[in-house]
């Protein structure tokens, strides 16, 4: 069965702390892996990554795919109170390449 | 900025009442995806659709939920009758094509059934 892992499910760090995401899955025919943020409302779209070793950088927010390890990384730097959400993890596989989601992690940034 | 439309944002509903849930995808996105969201958990596929078709409703409990895209734009998704058990987040999502993983998401429908 296909399925995306999450780690930590939730963590709770001090403004200006870096903090690093993890994302593991197993997911037959598998074509991209997207991050996700997630406040009181729908998920926003941060990255997809395709290429193994290929960082992504948007502002603070970085990821990177290693496809050997079946993982993927979302590291924060210099934390904000409003990073604080919970962070999805999604991976596209199986015959339709449907996202299959993991269960998120909640971050919390306390000032 | 293009946004994906979902109607009503909140509902509160009886159990074995009927409820029925608006979307409209982006312009141009040919692919439309419902999400059922439990507190705590990530989003679980209902239903896909490409245009008018549905790709994949392997997911979706066909005994009381139904959903259609008739002109190949927008969509409705309909629990009858609801329980206890659907209250959760629904939520539509599309993307440009079957090919393009980037799906971007609505504001979703808070259901609550008592």
């Known amino acids: 069965e296909d399925k995306v892992v999450q780690s930590p499910l939730s963590l709770v760090v001090h403004e200006g702390d870096t903090v690093t995401l993890n994302c593991s899955y197993e997911v037959t025919n598998f074509r991209s892996l997207l991050w996700y943020k997630q406040e009181k409302k729908a998920p926003t779209f941060l990255f997809m990554l395709?290429?193994?070793?290929i960082e992504k950088k948007s502002g603070r927010l970085s990821s990177i795919l290693d496809k050997k390890e079946l993982s993927s990384i979302l590291n924060i730097t210099a934390t904000q109170t409003g990073d604080s959400a919970i962070y999805l993890c999604a991976a596209t596989g199986g015959s339709q390449g449907n996202l299959i989601f993991g269960k998120g992690t909640k971050l919390s940034v306390k000032p | 900025e293009a946004e994906v439309a979902q109607s009503p944002r909140y509902k509160i509903t009886e159990k074995s009442q009927a409820v029925a849930f608006w979307c409209d995808p982006i312009?141009?996105?040919?692919?439309l995806y419902w999400y059922r969201q439990i507190l705590g958990q990530g989003p679980e596929l209902l239903v896909q659709?490409?245009?008018?078709?549905?790709?994949?409703d392997s997911q979706l409990p066909k005994d009381r939920f139904s959903a259609e895209r008739l002109k190949g734009v927008d969509s409705t998704l309909k629990i009858q009758p609801a329980e206890l058990g659907d209250s959760a987040m629904y939520l539509c999502a599309s993307s440009l094509s079957l090919s393009t993983y980037e799906q971007y998401f609505g504001p979703g429908t808070r259901l609550t059934v008592t």
């Open positions: 659709f490409q245009d008018e078709s549905v790709v994949d």
């Open positions: 312009s141009g996105h040919a692919t």
């Open positions: 395709t290429s193994s070793g």
